[in-house]
């Protein structure tokens, strides 16, 4: 697919874009056409240092006027001419003349230059658009919140020139709905708020085909984590900040939504209207469960900005789609089968190397049939011996035999179908939140209600998270016989131990690994939002091949 220019580029960019194009092109992309955000310490303690210029105060005076406050923050101004809009910190009057203000964290750098080259833009591109109002505007003026000093900023024609070139090169970036590639071993990147959505080195990495170690850019793992709601009668509402649960008039618990990566709700389970609007105004979805743990539905609030995305996800030819499914099932493979040399308990080396063979196979597959044969073919073979992965001590309690689904009728089979659908509701928030649509997928093809895309990616996963999650809960006991129920012929959890298997897969989730690509440790929680991204790059353009996650 081509990529065309985008032609609605909207007439007025914020001046903090034009910060973050001078910084780094391909960050002003991220940011401007996909919403990608982020936040470190430094934007952090910025924040707090704004707090009293955030909130306007102060009459402005009219241009040219000596009436007016001497002082005004938070000022909103725009600029046809120049197509920018843009908000001062602090607007000085002095005399009929105004200085803008801009405050900004630390000290000054050097005495000739005081700020960094995209906070000066910014502060130059402010004078120029009050210039463009009608006011008489001298300079501009920094001051520095830990020194409590200040620093004059001359607007020069030389400035002025740089500023028109830039904006006209912005416009350009804007209108590609291709990023700019990243930046190569810059130092700009370990301390930037978007190297977790940008993946710089590990874009070179797949590009050069090497596995040398990539820095660790990945930002802090967030502190944030899905809250489970499964008392039946239990009721999630709002007080403040903090998302209360409440069954009758006991309170069960009581949150920070800041503290919360999104909500899973299984069974009768009550959600109020005023915690829903909060929920989606913080980005926060909610996902749905049965009491058995069948992921039903999601909601969340508006979609994200990425179109585009969304756009080449709907187009991807049915070729670039084959290419990515048979890595996502060669993947899969690959993890079983170092799940089952790992685990197994009797000798299994005939089923690993015809795992080994069968992953050959799926990277040679010349139709979706075909794969479908192979990824089957693989999944008989692994589940026929996924008993010797039991202890001796469980195989008594948790026989097992084949495989089943709906309804699930031995423990084994109940467990990995739970698991299952928290994964698919993992990858669902992920795909969520770089901007897929998860129902639209390049393997599993879409059906009503299924997230396609979502169960792609959990492919390989599945073993990884799943599988090995399954296998601890039980060898280890963690969940015994007492904690199923038989009805029928088809066997669920009883709620103690859906609690036993959300702790343990929350842990499997936290736990840390060695990438085996770009060679730094991150858990398996942030190795899907990567496996996403990487997915993103390679529907955007950006990357030639999706590279599946493959442990050893």
Not at 66 to 95: C, M, N, Q, W, Y
Not at 503 to 521: C, D, G, M, Q, V
């Given at each position: 697919?081509?990529?065309?220019?985008?032609?609605?580029?909207?007439?007025?960019?914020?001046?903090?874009?034009?910060?973050?194009?001078?910084?780094?092109?391909?960050?002003?992309?991220?940011?401007?056409?996909?919403?990608?955000?982020?936040?470190?310490?430094?934007?952090?303690?910025?924040?707090?240092?704004?707090?009293?210029?955030?909130?306007?105060?102060?009459?402005?005076?009219?241009?040219?006027?000596?009436?007016?406050?001497?002082?005004?923050?938070?000022?909103?101004?725009?600029?046809?001419?120049?197509?920018?809009?843009?908000?001062?910190?602090?607007?000085?009057?002095?005399?009929?003349?105004?200085?803008?203000?801009?405050?900004?964290?630390?000290?000054?750098?050097?005495?000739?230059?005081?700020?960094?080259?995209?906070?000066?833009?910014?502060?130059?591109?402010?004078?120029?658009?009050?210039?463009?109002?009608?006011?008489?505007?001298?300079?501009?003026?920094?001051?520095?919140?830990?020194?409590?000093?200040?620093?004059?900023?001359?607007?020069?024609?030389?400035?002025?020139?740089?500023?028109?070139?830039?904006?006209?090169?912005?416009?350009?970036?804007?209108?590609?709905?291709?990023?700019?590639?990243?930046?190569?071993?810059?130092?700009?990147?370990?301390?930037?708020?978007?190297?977790?959505?940008?993946?710089?080195?590990?874009?070179?990495?797949?590009?050069?085909?090497?596995?040398?170690?990539?820095?660790?850019?990945?930002?802090?793992e967030s502190a944030t984590?899905?809250?489970?709601?499964?008392?039946?009668?239990?009721?999630?509402?709002?007080?403040?900040?903090?998302?209360?649960?409440?069954?009758?008039?006991?309170?069960?618990?009581?949150?920070?939504?800041?503290?919360?990566?999104?909500?899973?709700?299984?069974?009768?389970?009550?959600?109020?209207?005023?915690?829903?609007?909060?929920?989606?105004?913080?980005?926060?979805?909610?996902?749905?469960?049965?009491?058995?743990?069948?992921?039903?539905?999601?909601?969340?609030?508006?979609?994200?900005?990425?179109?585009?995305?969304?756009?080449?996800?709907?187009?991807?030819?049915?070729?670039?789609?084959?290419?990515?499914?048979?890595?996502?099932?060669?993947?899969?493979?690959?993890?079983?089968?170092?799940?089952?040399?790992?685990?197994?308990?009797?000798?299994?080396?005939?089923?690993?190397?015809?795992?080994?063979?069968?992953?050959?196979?799926?990277?040679?597959?010349?139709?979706?049939?075909?794969?479908?044969g192979v990824e089957g073919?693989?999944?008989?073979?692994?589940?026929?011996?996924?008993?010797?992965?039991?202890?001796?001590?469980?195989?008594?309690?948790?026989?097992?035999?084949?495989?089943?689904?709906?309804?699930?009728?031995?423990?084994?089979?109940?467990?990995?179908?739970?698991?299952?659908?928290?994964?698919?509701?993992?990858?669902?928030?992920?795909?969520?939140?770089?901007?897929?649509?998860?129902y639209q997928g390049v393997?599993?093809?879409?059906?009503?209600?299924?997230?396609?895309?979502?169960?792609?990616?959990?492919?390989?996963?599945?073993?990884?998270?799943?599988?090995?999650?399954?296998?601890?809960?039980?060898?280890?006991?963690?969940?015994?016989?007492?904690?199923?129920?038989?009805?029928?012929?088809?066997?669920?959890?009883?709620?103690?131990?859906?609690?036993?298997?959300?702790?343990?897969?929350?842990?499997?989730?936290?736990?840390?690994?060695?990438?085996?690509?770009?060679?730094?440790?991150?858990?398996?929680?942030?190795?899907?939002?990567?496996?996403?991204?990487?997915?993103?790059?390679?529907?955007?353009?950006?990357?030639?091949?999706?590279?599946?996650?493959?442990?050893?």
């Open positions: 697919m081509e990529h065309e220019p985008v032609a609605d580029v909207p007439p007025l960019v914020p001046a903090r874009m034009v910060n973050e194009f001078v910084y780094c092109p391909r960050f002003f992309h991220l940011a401007w056409s996909s919403g990608e955000s982020g936040e470190n310490d430094y934007t952090a303690e910025g924040k707090f240092e704004h707090r009293v210029v955030d909130r306007e105060a102060g009459t402005p005076p009219a241009a040219g006027s000596a009436e007016g406050s001497e002082r005004s923050t938070s000022v909103l101004v725009s600029s046809d001419r120049l197509g920018v809009i843009a908000k001062a910190d602090i607007i000085e009057r002095r005399g009929t003349q105004v200085v803008p203000v801009e405050l900004k964290r630390g000290k000054a750098r050097d005495p000739d230059h005081p700020v960094w080259e995209p906070e000066l833009v910014q502060m130059i591109v402010t004078a120029m658009v009050l210039r463009d109002n009608g006011y008489d505007v001298p300079h501009c003026e920094v001051r520095f919140t830990e020194s409590t000093t200040r620093a004059i900023l001359e607007i020069s024609d030389e400035r002025i020139a740089n500023i028109e070139r830039v904006l006209a090169e912005l416009r350009s970036v804007a209108a590609d709905p291709l990023p700019p590639s990243p930046l190569i071993d810059s130092p700009k990147c370990p301390a930037c708020i978007m190297n977790g959505a940008c993946l710089p080195d590990e874009h070179q990495s797949i590009r050069t085909g090497t596995s040398a170690s990539a820095r660790r850019l990945i930002p802090e984590s899905p809250l489970y709601v499964t008392e039946p009668g239990a009721r999630i509402g709002v007080k403040g900040k903090h998302l209360t649960i409440k069954k009758g008039s006991d309170k069960l618990a009581d949150l920070r939504f800041l503290d919360v990566s999104h909500v899973a709700i299984f069974g009768n389970v009550q959600i109020s209207t005023q915690a829903m609007r909060e929920l989606f105004f913080r980005e926060i979805p909610i996902c749905y469960f049965s009491g058995n743990g069948w992921f039903q539905g999601i909601a969340e609030g508006l979609p994200g900005k990425n179109v585009e995305l969304r756009r080449r996800q709907a187009w991807c030819e049915e070729g670039e789609r084959l290419d990515i499914a048979r890595s996502m099932v060669r993947g899969k493979i690959l993890n079983a089968r170092v799940l089952l040399r790992r685990n197994a308990k009797d000798d299994v080396a005939d089923v690993v190397n015809e795992l080994k063979r069968m992953s050959r196979f799926a990277t040679t597959a010349d139709s979706f049939e075909r794969l479908l073919g693989a999944a008989r073979l692994y589940f026929s011996r996924f008993s010797t992965m039991l202890s001796a001590e469980q195989k008594p309690t948790f026989d097992y035999v084949k495989r089943t689904r709906r309804p699930p009728t031995d423990p084994i089979n109940c467990l990995l179908s739970y698991v299952y659908g928290l994964l698919v509701k993992d990858c669902t928030t992920t795909l969520l939140a770089v901007g897929f649509d998860p393997y599993h093809r879409p059906r009503f209600g299924r997230p396609a895309l979502a169960l792609d990616v959990a492919e390989e996963f599945r073993p990884l998270l799943a599988d090995s999650t399954v296998l601890t809960l039980v060898n280890n006991g963690e969940v015994t016989d007492r904690n199923f129920v038989r009805r029928a012929g088809a066997v669920s959890l009883t709620a103690e131990g859906r609690r036993s298997v959300l702790a343990a897969y929350e842990r499997r989730l936290s736990t840390e690994f060695t990438h085996p690509i770009f060679k730094y440790n991150l858990t398996y929680r942030r190795a899907i939002e990567v496996q996403a991204r990487l997915l993103s790059a390679k529907l955007s353009g950006e990357l030639d091949d999706y590279v599946s996650l493959v442990t050893r």
